[in-house]
């Protein structure tokens, strides 16, 4: 876990990830992984890829993963800024947070890219040890995030008044018909959780209005850069995410009546409409 992964778990107890021979393959078939198959050998494969072997796979452009180690770490760089400065994200051996963070930097560059932009933008302006809400909301998105595309804003009623019934049951035809959608799950700590069975996770979610996944993606990205998205960690929609139909074994009406999970909505807790450009 990086210092931004601590400081968005607010101190609370660090996840532990399965070892890999204890994760089952037929795990990484969850829509969550969706966007990751063309590299599930580097998920699925009896051994850990290498660091250098997993650099030269990924090819990321203008970046390099790197050992992190004490020689590195001896720079004494933020691991941010290491990262904009010197083009290097430092990177743990045999550790599945950073391997899916690195899968993560390989299928949205643009989205890491613009959420490293913005984090130095504030580290260089905020006094060291501080950290402010948009870089909260920054991390929790980096960590935790999800971009929901919707097509009629008007499916989002239901979401505002946390009515997950009206959204997951009632709306099950708009989620199978792609009148609302996940476009792209970018929090590769949401990744790391899911490695446990049955584990009921929650999205941070940005909302975009449009037809195409790959345009919502670079919206986010374009909004993210130019500081109109992510600063505050309440504009951050929370998403249940096994309640997506198709998304967990079990979706009976039970199952949606678990209040800790399918929290209600706070009092006088607003989220933003949906991104249109």
């Known amino acids: ?80 800024t290491r990262i904009a400065e010197r083009g290097q994200i430092a990177t743990r051996a045999d550790n599945w947070h950073d391997l899916f963070n690195a899968l993560v930097w390989a299928r949205y560059p643009a989205i890491k890219q613009a959420l490293n932009q ?15 809400r948009a870089q909260a909301a920054l991390t929790q998105f980096d960590e935790t995030g999800v971009i929901v595309r919707v097509r009629d804003p008007a499916v989002l009623q239901a979401w505002d008044r946390h009515d997950w019934s009206a959204l997951f049951v009632d709306g099950a035809d708009a ?18 959780q899911a490695l446990l069975p049955g584990r009921l996770l929650v999205g941070k979610c940005v909302v975009v209005q449009g037809d195409e996944d790959a345009r919502a993606v670079a919206q986010v990205a374009a909004l993210i850069e130019r500081g109109r998205l992510l600063n505050d960690p309440l504009a951050l929609r929370p998403l249940p995410l096994m309640g997506i139909p198709g998304w967990h074994a079990g979706q009976d009406a039970v199952f949606y009546q678990q209040a800790g999970y399918f929290r209600p909505a706070r009092e006088g807790r607003n989220y933003p409409a949906p991104s249109t450009g």
Not at 62 to 79: E, F, I, N
């Open 175 to 192: 989620w199978r018909e792609g009148d609302i959608a996940v476009a792209a799950v970018i929090g590769h700590a949401l990744m790391e």
């Open 118 to 132: 913005q984090q130095c933008r504030h580290i260089a302006a905020m006094p060291s040890g501080q950290r402010n």
């Open 1 to 80: 876990m990086t210092a931004a992964a601590s400081a968005a778990t607010g101190g609370r107890r660090r996840f532990v990830a399965p070892p890999r021979g204890a994760v089952d393959a037929m795990c990484f078939a969850q829509p969550l992984y969706a966007a990751l198959r063309e590299d599930q050998d580097l998920l699925t494969a009896p051994d850990w890829p290498s660091i250098p072997m997993l650099d030269a796979r990924l090819a990321l452009p203008h970046r390099q993963l790197v050992a992190q180690d004490a020689a590195l770490l001896a720079d004494g760089l933020h691991y941010e």
